[in-house]
């Protein structure tokens, strides 16, 4: 009976003992449950209107996170075109010392910065369960060593292709041809000294800002389109062939050239003759105005037009080159400035050459002798850029 007693006592005492430590675990398991759960996460997302890569966070991370993660993560949106909230951005960056130039980013903790869908997507989630877990930084993965070398390349390669293509333009047979004349009509005018520096100052700007103004709606209208991936990868390659085309066609044109002793006549790719007309009486009726300047002026704004025709082969693939040009420091306005700077410097130089008077005669074979090189830059160039919009 004692022997009885003594069991069951132990047997009680086990019980009791098991479930005094059920109930321990229990109480401190949810205490642990609540302290973590209690920790929350700043998350903050910078964004672009219209922005491709934004919209596919979006669609796709935004939800997902918020569902795992419900109140743990405070998410914060901040709309990149606004300027304040485009300097908190800069702030963050220049802090963590990150150079990175991406279309959208997201911050986890103020620390970890992820710029792109492809970074987002893949760090986004371990960035914030390092912090949930109060891990400290973790290891994120990284872009190649390389890879800030090959994006400094493609920027020179990008900055010197712009800067040859703006003086490619400047030299083209188009637009030489047609100053040469504009200068043998105000030499036929007798206009020298300080007219002549007043007309070409406002012949130069006119073409410059048309030009320009003529630049950002055509990149404004590329870029908009390039909103459909399929339209932006269609375009390249289709820029890619025709560029290669009109190569082949600058060398035949520079080779018939030289054959024929130079007959213009040979050459393919030239303003067309009745545009050449137009320019031409445009030229003659705006130099009968009664204000010689202000019609000079108007007489850039029309020809520059006019001249478009021609010289588009070398300004639409240099647009399409500078709307690959993308992130929230995108450099593309001011390579657009720089290209149209290049292009006006040939036309400075003619107007500085007739105002130290040179001979209408000598500007005449300038352009026969600059309408040969001018073909064969062309062709270069052409396939210089193909390469580059195939590369970059």
Not at 329 to 342: A, H, I, P, V
Request: hydrophobic share 50%; glycine share 8%.
């Amino acid at each position: 009976m004692t022997e009885l007693l003594m069991i069951a006592f132990k047997l009680r005492f086990a019980i009791g003992a098991v479930a005094i430590f059920t109930f321990l675990a229990g109480w401190a398991s949810p205490v642990h449950a609540e302290n973590n759960s209690s920790r929350s996460v700043l998350v903050e997302y910078f964004y672009q209107p219209d922005c491709e890569e934004c919209k596919k966070i979006a669609a796709l991370i935004l939800p997902p996170m918020q569902e795992q993660y419900g109140s743990r993560v405070k998410l914060v949106k901040y709309d990149l075109s606004d300027q304040k909230n485009f300097l908190h951005l800069i702030a963050i960056l220049d802090r963590q010392q990150n150079t990175s130039n991406a279309d959208v980013y997201m911050v986890v903790a103020g620390k970890h910065i992820l710029g792109g869908y492809p970074a987002v997507e893949k760090q986004l989630f371990p960035a914030i369960e390092a912090e949930l877990r109060n891990t400290g930084d973790i290891a994120l993965s990284e872009s190649p060593p390389s890879a800030a070398a090959v994006k400094t390349t493609g920027d020179k390669l990008k900055l010197g292709m712009v800067i040859a293509a703006g003086l490619i333009d400047g030299i083209n047979p188009c637009v030489f041809s047609t100053l040469v004349f504009f200068m043998s009509l105000l030499s036929v005018a007798k206009i020298r000294g300080r007219k002549l520096i007043l007309i070409g100052i406002a012949y130069c700007a006119a073409g410059f800002l048309t030009y320009l103004l003529l630049g950002l709606g055509l990149f404004k209208l590329i870029k908009t389109l390039d909103m459909f991936p399929l339209f932006k990868t269609t375009l390249n390659a289709a820029m890619c062939g025709i560029l290669v085309i009109f190569a082949l066609i600058s060398f035949r044109d520079a080779w018939l050239f030289y054959k024929s002793g130079g007959d213009s006549k040979q050459v393919v790719l030239q303003l067309p003759d009745r545009f050449k007309t137009m320019s031409r009486n445009v030229m003659k009726k705006g130099l009968k105005f009664h204000y010689l300047v202000a019609g000079s002026f108007v007489i850039g704004v029309l020809v520059t037009l006019l001249e478009s025709v021609c010289t588009g082969q070398v300004y639409v693939p240099t647009l399409v080159l500078l709307s690959n040009e993308s992130g929230a420091f995108s450099k593309w306005f001011g390579l657009l400035l720089l290209y149209n700077l290049m292009f006006i410097l040939p036309l400075i130089g003619v107007f500085i050459m007739t105002y130290c008077s040179i001979s209408i005669l000598t500007a005449i074979k300038l352009t026969r002798t600059n309408l040969l090189t001018g073909k064969i830059l062309l062709g270069l160039f052409f396939l210089a850029l193909a390469v580059i919009l195939l590369v970059i």
